[in-house]
């Protein structure tokens, strides 16, 4: 008993020990992308410019192929990688003489033409800037945002090589320091505000921590709560992020980044109901739209630590706390069921199982109900101390 009380996060250490003997950790080769040069990237926009002049001047309609980014029939699993484009992919055809798809034939190009402005003098800008560039073409943000992805996954090329970034809606704070690209140095420990994540993840660099573990929280309230708690002082030497919801792309790159340099286990605290499963997921084996871009993006290593269905019981939390599971939440269930990668988490697809036949679901608050610290003061420090994560 006395040399558990003096190693209160020896389960901690031997999970990083496992999947560092796992051979987790593949940093090079198979998992990172070599860099794509400039000039690399202008060819390929030549190229398809070179494709639109050739049809023209042939009296042909120009015709852009993109990859479908929408369907689980392109995407592969690897549970080393996660989701994956498929090589063989479907296409969906962008005509310029189709009045259905004739806007967005200009909107690619006018894109296009932007990146190939920025690749060239080595300028950058953000999907903001593409969008106020010319809002009467574009019509929305959302739709610049997808276009930019759209091109990376037909150009094959991540999307922070086209020199367009976005802003991230991300938070992080805990034992993190490092440097920004332009050198500004960043402590997530000084304040107690946490710190926003940076939209140039490819560009920090001198990452110092002696963090035990990385903390996704789904929430940005129980982020709040866990900083208002002071939880990364108080329990042990860690660092919590929240992507606020369904995480963008700058916060995945960030966990991401932490699991490449710092090689420490990477818990994952959602709400015990289908959304908060589908959120895990994402950072741990990645998306269908974004799976052009899994190697960069997932980390097959994260494991989920709460709140858990099982927990829900060996808790006893209260009744009234409970909320039941509405028809859309038990076709999301079941979606997540029958994913590709449920099959080598037995331990996940029981959970998920007890919540179908229990039919009920759980946010992370509903812990305030047994006491107002209880998450941070019991719940956390227990599971973390006994290895309840799976």
């Known amino acids: ?9 020896s389960e901690i250490d031997r999970l990083r020990a496992q999947l560092l003997n796992n051979g987790e950790v593949l940093t090079d080769g198979r998992r990172v992308e070599e860099e794509i040069s400039g000039r690399e990237i202008l060819t390929r926009i030549e190229n398809i410019i070179l494709g639109i002049v050739t049809s023209l001047s042939k009296d042909e309609a120009p015709v852009l192929a993109l990859p479908n980014r929408s369907s689980w029939a392109n995407v592969s699993f690897d549970s080393a990688i996660g989701l994956q484009m498929s090589s063989g992919s479907s296409v969906s055809t962008i005509r310029s003489d189709c009045p259905s798809s004739v806007t967005k034939f200009a909107q690619i190009l006018k894109i296009l033409s932007v990146i190939f402005r920025l690749v060239q003098s080595n300028s950058y800008a953000t999907k903001r800037d593409i969008y106020y560039n010319n809002t009467q073409l574009f019509g929305s943000q959302t739709t610049v945002d997808s276009i930019v992805d759209d091109i990376s996954c037909m150009l094959k090329v991540p999307r922070r090589s086209l020199h367009v970034f976005a802003s991230s809606k991300g938070l992080i704070a805990g034992d993190l320091r490092y440097m920004e690209e332009d050198g500004t140095r960043i402590d997530c420990h000084s304040s107690s505000a946490a710190v926003a994540v940076s939209s140039n993840i490819g560009g920090i660099r001198n990452i110092v921590s002696s963090a035990k573990f990385v903390m996704i929280v789904e929430k940005d309230a129980t982020f709040q709560r866990l900083l208002d708690d002071d939880f990364c002082t108080k329990l042990c030497p860690c660092i919590i992020i929240t992507g606020k919801g369904v995480p963008d792309v700058n916060s995945r790159l960030m966990v991401r980044k ?3 340099t710092l090689h420490i286990p990477i818990f994952a605290l959602v709400d015990a109901d289908p959304h908060g499963i589908e959120i895990m997921c994402i ?6 739209a974004m799976s052009f871009e899994a ?13 858990l269905p099982s927990d829900l019981q060996r808790l006893r939390v209260p009744e009234d706390a409970l909320i039941p599971l509405t028809k859309r939440d038990e076709s999301k269930l079941s979606s997540l ?3 590709p990668y449920l099959t080598s988490q037995p331990d996940w697809q029981k959970e998920m199982e007890l919540m179908q036949q229990t039919r009920v679901k759980a946010e992370i608050q509903s812990l305030a109900a047994m006491a107002p610290d209880f998450l941070t003061s019991i719940y956390l420090p227990n599971k973390l101390h006994y290895g309840g994560w799976v």
């Open 1 to 9: 008993m006395g040399s558990r009380a003096a190693e209160p996060f």
């Open 258 to 260: 932490l699991w490449d």
């Open 337 to 339: 069921l029958k994913r």
């Open 283 to 288: 950072y741990k084996y990645g998306s269908v």
């Open 295 to 307: 190697r960069s993006l997932t980390v097959p290593s994260v494991m989920w630590l709460g709140l």
